[in-house]
């Protein structure tokens, strides 16, 4: 008996090695396994940090940008007023050359119309026969209807016709 009890006793004691050596394993696993970790963890604090710094850096990059947008829009915007200003401008420009151009027509064809109210209607139908019809029609169209009734007599009657109903539209 004593046998045994020394047997499991030594068993006992040999099993409790055993096991402290396990345990002891363990600690060793685990304390490597937190210095990796430790390790990784600074590793992403890092990368953290960076991604911080890029960040920063791109916002910034952002608002140069858009403040450089900001001033070529409005260098932009003020090329296109002064540019309206320009056109409105020559508008207001044609207009009036426009308006000369038409008075400048007006006297031209009174000056015309007189000449031709002057002149004998036979002479004045031969003339205005050989004229185009647009302007035939634009010098009888001035001319009081008394001389274009005495100009029209004395005109080839097809041609007459034509520059009458010309003269009616």
């Known amino acids: 008996m004593r046998f045994l009890l020394l047997s499991v006793l030594l068993l ?3 099993y ?3 096991t402290s050596d396990k345990l002891f394993e363990c600690t060793e696993i685990f304390k490597e396994r937190k ?4 390790v990784e963890l600074e590793r992403i604090d890092e990368q953290k940090q960076a991604l911080s710094a890029l960040k920063t850096a791109t916002e910034e990059l952002l608002k140069k940008k858009e403040v450089n947008l900001n001033q070529k829009e409005e260098v932009l915007n003020s090329k296109l007023e002064e540019v309206t200003k320009k056109e409105a401008s020559i508008k207001q420009m044609l207009q009036k050359n426009e308006q000369v151009l038409k008075e400048l027509k007006d006297i031209k064809t009174s000056r015309t119309a007189q000449t031709f109210s002057k002149m004998k209607a036979g002479a004045a139908a031969a003339i205005l ?3 185009e019809p647009s302007q035939a029609v634009a010098i009888l169209s001035s001319l009081k209807p008394k ?3 005495q100009i029209l007599t004395k005109m080839d009657p097809k041609k007459a016709s034509k520059l009458t109903i010309l003269l009616t539209k």
């Open 35 to 38: 210095s990796e970790l430790l």
């Open 12 to 14: 006992s004691s040999l």
């Open 147 to 149: 001389i274009v009734g």
């Open 129 to 131: 026969s050989d004229m």
């Open 16 to 18: 409790s090695l055993q």
